[in-house]
């Protein structure tokens, strides 16, 4: 069975950066497209950014347009999400999440990105 695995969270002033990983590992197949969403406290989870394996097309949420950046490294089977210029509002847990070509899901557990002085 196949799974996603996130790192790279932690605490961070306003105005600084973090990047994200998303490693996957035991699966058999590629996915159509890698995604990260977020879910801050009291919120609904949200998409952030997503990334389109046909073509390397990227989306961003308006929210993050500018600051952030999706890709993807192919050899280690990693999505990244670089953050830069960060604010207080981009506090939340960060989720991984594959769709296959069959349009399955695959989540990963999260890891927890905080914003604060």
């Known amino acids: 069975q196949g799974q996603l695995v996130e790192s790279g969270g932690g605490l961070v002033e306003p105005g600084g950066s973090l990047r994200l990983s998303c490693a996957a590992s035991g699966f058999t197949f590629t996915f159509y497209v890698m995604s990260w969403y977020r879910q801050a406290p009291g919120k609904e989870r949200e998409l952030v950014a997503a990334r389109y394996s046909a073509d390397g097309r990227t989306s961003y949420a308006d929210s993050v347009k500018g600051r952030f950046t999706i890709s993807r490294d192919n050899a280690k089977n990693t999505v990244y999400l670089q953050m830069n210029n960060l604010k207080a509002e981009d506090t939340a847990v960060y989720y991984c999440?594959?769709?296959?070509?069959?349009?399955?899901?695959?989540w990963g557990e999260g890891t927890l990105v905080t914003v604060s002085s």
């Open positions: 999440k594959g769709i296959t070509w069959s349009y399955r899901d695959y």
